[in-house]
């Protein structure tokens, strides 16, 4: 058994070019790997996803890619494992401020 995954915290995101820079508290020894998901905001209150990206283990920084101008994106940063027996598992999420390119 792996143990608990922590979610990441402490989650800052500041523009970088046209992306943003993410960076991040590791609050686990047991990850696998992070998950940074990046998800366009849609007028009526939804949303889809951008992007997924899976990093190493003891991860704590990303550039993650923009928005087209007049977007609003939100980042997302989760711990994740497989779990004997259950498979992929991932911790709560850290999210972001929302950026509007």
């Known amino acids: 058994m792996i ?8 989650l ?3 523009r970088d070019g046209s992306g943003v820079r993410l960076t991040w508290q590791d609050n686990t020894s047991k990850e696998g790997w992070y998950n940074v998901l990046s998800v366009l ?7 889809s ?9 003891n991860t704590t920084e990303f550039v993650a890619q923009g928005g087209a101008p007049g977007t609003t994106v939100y980042y997302f940063v ?24």
Request: proline share 14%.
């Open 78 to 101: 989760t711990a994740c494992a497989n779990v004997p027996g259950y498979g992929k598992s991932c911790s709560p999420g850290a999210t972001s401020q929302r950026f509007t390119f």
């Open 41 to 47: 905001a849609h007028p009526d209150g939804g949303g």
């Open 12 to 14: 800052v995101a500041v």
């Open 3 to 10: 143990g608990p995954l922590r979610e990441p915290t402490n």
């Open 49 to 57: 996803v951008l992007s997924s990206t899976d990093l190493p283990p």
